[in-house]
């Protein structure tokens, strides 16, 4: 730096952030505000620049030229710079080329990409502004990886344009004219809009007709106007797949049918009023952990700002059996509060594929809340059968079939139980009685029994306890070649803290001309 005629003279001034990244900047600046200035980069590599690396890892060279002559009071700027080899966490992004002018108090900007132009002007005394982004195609991935969500991606084309004063943001215009928006996971198009306008006038937002096509099988149509001050007025009509589930959520498969919705949208920000329909129809998806499919998914739900509520009843079909679903569910700012739900069930079927095979009726209540709620009630078996084979000891046989019939391997305390990261599943308990209508029949390699269970399933649900007794009435055990009469036979669950079988079966054989009683006892 050298000092001459009042003025600071910088013949070359360079900074380093490593090796290859280097600034370079040379001028004068004089006592009276005055000044001439240029900095500039062969190459800056932004892994260099440290706040860029926070959330996501940044790639590219940045090269360029500012230069600048005028005063403190009265800038003048123009200047060009280039990004190249851009990558958002390995994604690569277009070149860039941006030019930046500043003169008489504005600063104006002209960025190019691929596809994405955007031209912008903001003046630093009046601090009016206004923005233009053109978009054609626009590769939305990036963007959606900078803000976490590395499964979505997407595109846009169309003219947004945003212009107002910069001390008065609330009052800002803004108009879209989208040709289509569209977003997708790896495996499916979620959606894809038609081509809309909308605008941003008065702190209101304004949206005459936007149509958004789901999984391509579903059309909605949202139009209406509201701002976060004073009222708004949407409303939304249309079709939603219900295909579009599997790819939120592995709770069920094969997801098909329609939910037909009406919707509408008053009131305010602060205390918004909502008022719909939501249809449900010809539903149908298979649940994994049923092994079993549930279809003919009719119904109708009210939907208001305080309650989701069944109109009537949803009704379905599982197998050759029926279920009915009545009740509410209170709402709080949109978000699910008190559960008052009821399920019956009549000639329901479950199975454990090469194990277990039931009918059973249910009447079933869900209270409670999102927290804390507890499912209760009583569930009639009216058929069942157990035959699975086995190849253990009579002893070990008698506990297995014991366990096998309440479908539930016995937990010791030195396993770990998996406790459901959903907070709903973690806390919700049950309180279900289940009895039978017929005994339920056991019929394998060891064992032809009729055994009819009274019994309480109660404790969370991930960890559920068996208390009461179930009754062997009739049946033979298999050994060593002969058959042995069950003459009496309990299995009793007395612990309320853990499911464990404690049974007392007796049984007899005739063999030539003696009789050989077998009986079997296990207390825990």
């Known amino acids: 730096v050298r000092l001459a005629d009042s003025t600071a003279f910088i013949a070359e ?18 006592f009276d505000g005055r000044y001439e200035a240029t900095i500039e980069t062969a190459g800056l590599d932004l892994t260099d620049v440290e706040p860029l690396q926070l959330n996501q890892r940044v790639e590219g060279i940045l090269r360029g030229r500012l230069a600048g002559q005028g005063s403190i009071s009265n800038p003048a700027l123009s200047g060009l710079l280039d990004l190249s080899e851009m990558r958002i966490n390995d994604l690569p992004l277009s070149d860039t080329r941006l030019e930046i002018a500043l003169k008489e108090g504005q600063l104006e900007l002209d960025g190019q990409q691929a596809e994405l132009s955007l031209a912008g002007a903001y003046h630093l005394v009046e601090h009016h502004f206004n923005v233009t982004l053109k978009a054609s195609g626009l590769d939305l991935a990036p963007y959606f990886i900078a803000f976490g969500k590395k499964d979505l991606s997407g595109s846009f084309s169309g003219t947004v344009a945003v212009y107002g004063h910069s001390d008065a943001i609330s009052q800002m215009r803004a ?24 605008s941003f006038r008065d702190g209101r937002l304004t949206i005459p007709n936007l149509k958004i096509s789901f999984l391509d099988q579903g059309d909605m149509v949202i139009q209406g106007q509201g701002g976060l001050e004073g009222s708004l007025d949407f409303s939304a009509q249309g079709e939603f797949p219900f295909a579009a589930l599997e790819i939120f959520s592995d709770a069920v498969a094969e997801p098909k049918g329609t939910l037909r919705i009406t ?40 939907v208001t700002d305080k309650a989701l509520t069944v109109v009537d009843e949803l009704s379905a079909k599982m197998g050759g059996g029926r279920l009915a679903v009545t009740g509410n569910v209170t709402l709080n700012d949109l978000i699910p509060g008190q559960f008052d739900l009821r399920l019956a069930g009549v000639q329901l079927p479950f199975s454990i594929v090469d194990t277990l095979d039931l009918t059973a009726n249910a009447n079933l209540s869900l209270r409670g809340d999102w927290q804390q709620a507890r499912l209760n009630g009583q569930v009639e078996l009216i058929e069942g059968l157990y035959y699975r084979d086995v190849n253990i000891s009579v002893l070990n046989t008698l506990s297995g079939i014991a366990t096998g019939l309440i479908r539930r391997d016995r937990v010791t305390q030195t396993q770990a139980v998996k406790i459901p990261a959903n907070p709903f599943l973690k806390n919700l308990r049950l309180d279900i009685g289940v009895g039978a209508r017929n005994p339920i029949e056991v019929n394998n390699n060891l064992a032809e029994l009729s055994v009819a269970p009274d019994l309480q399933i109660r404790g969370a649900v991930h960890q559920p306890v068996i208390t009461g007794r179930a009754t062997v009435e009739e049946g033979v055990v298999h050994y060593q070649n002969n058959r042995f009469i069950i003459k009496r036979g309990v299995i009793d669950f007395i612990n309320p803290q853990r499911t464990t079988p404690d049974f007392d079966i007796e049984s007899e054989v005739t063999v030539r001309q003696w009789l050989i009683t077998l009986r079997a006892v296990s207390y825990t």
């Open 13 to 30: 001034a360079q900074a380093s952030l490593s090796e290859r990244s280097r600034l370079k900047a040379h001028g004068w600046i004089a």
């Open 175 to 198: 108009d879209i004219a989208a040709q289509t928006i569209q977003l997708a996971t790896p495996r499916h198009e979620l959606l894809r809009t038609a081509p809309f306008q909308a």
């Open 263 to 302: 919707a509408r949208l008053t009131g305010s920000v602060p205390n918004p009023v909502v008022a719909g329909e939501i249809r449900l129809d010809n539903l149908s998806a298979v649940v994994p952990q049923l092994n079993q499919q549930i279809s003919s998914i009719n119904g109708t739900l009210r």
